[in-house]
């Protein structure tokens, strides 16, 4: 049975940085890809980030560029999301996600392709 563990959510005034660990237990993360996605109250969940399955290549969603890292760590199974220069838009809950996929040259941060979701950890970003 698959479980994912997220923590690293919280509190965090504007202009301050947050790091999202996502642990999942029960496979491999060797042929996964995974993402971390966001769903602020009344609004569409939306990408943030992928990373391929091999960490070799990632995405970012445009207003996050420059701002956040996705990174991985396969013995460890965990993905990690770090958030600097955090914004009051960025308030909203953040979930990780896995695909078992071949394609090793890219990843896509759309919601409806990933099939195995964590519960959630909410970042607040505010003053």
């Known amino acids: 049975q698959l479980q994912f563990v997220e923590s690293g959510g919280g509190l965090v005034q504007p202009g301050g940085s947050l790091r999202l660990s996502c642990t999942i237990s029960?496979?491999?993360?060797?042929?996964?890809?995974i993402g971390w996605f966001r769903q602020a109250p009344g609004k569409e969940r939306e990408g943030v980030s992928c990373?391929?399955?091999?960490?070799?290549?990632?995405n970012y969603a445009n207003s996050v560029k420059g701002r956040f890292t996705i990174s991985r760590d396969n013995a460890k199974n965990t993905v990690y999301l770090q958030m600097n220069n955090l914004k009051p838009e960025d308030t909203a809950i953040y979930y990780c996600?896995?695909?078992?996929?071949?394609?090793?040259?890219?990843?896509?941060?759309?919601?409806?392709?990933?099939?195995?979701w964590g519960q959630g950890t909410q970042v607040t970003v505010s003053a």
């Open positions: 996600a896995a695909v078992r996929t071949a394609v090793q040259a890219l990843c896509a941060i759309v919601p409806r392709n990933y099939n195995y």
């Open positions: 029960g496979f491999t993360l060797d042929y996964y890809a």
């Open positions: 990373v391929t399955v091999s960490g070799g290549r990632t």
